[in-house]
């Protein structure tokens, strides 16, 4: 039969040691980042692991970070192709075409990136 992990429970003193490092987190404004290798974050990261609150194979890579950004660029290209097409007269089912992606994806980034394509 496998061994079930007991779920730790950390004192009273170390949820106070927790939140001031959580709180020394917030003040560098450091909220939404993932896997930030600052001292304060990897102090806050490394407190969690030894009090039980995070399992050692969970923490992520970075991997969902990467994506995004890469995501990010490929629309800001795509948004500079859209534009040189739009400037050129096409419609957004010409761009769709051209840059072989669908139209809707066409629309959603001209809405993002106010660009403005005229109607035939």
């Known amino acids: 039969m496998a061994k079930v992990k007991k779920r730790v429970r950390p004192t009273k003193e170390q949820w106070h040691e927790l939140n001031r490092l959580l709180d020394d987190v917030v003040k560098i404004g450091h909220t939404n ?26 923490t992520d890579d970075g991997r969902w970070d990467k994506r995004r950004l890469e995501t990010k660029h490929r629309h800001e290209k795509d948004a500079i192709e859209i534009i040189k097409l739009a400037y ?7 761009i769709a075409n051209k840059i072989k992606r669908s139209e809707t994806y066409v629309s959603n980034l001209a809405v993002e990136f106010d660009i403005e394509i005229q109607k035939k």
């Open 88 to 94: 050129q007269g096409c419609s957004r089912k010409e």
């Open 33 to 58: 980042e993932r896997n930030c290798r600052c001292r304060k974050c990897t102090k806050l990261n490394n407190y969690s692991k030894s009090i039980g609150l995070l399992d050692k194979e969970e």
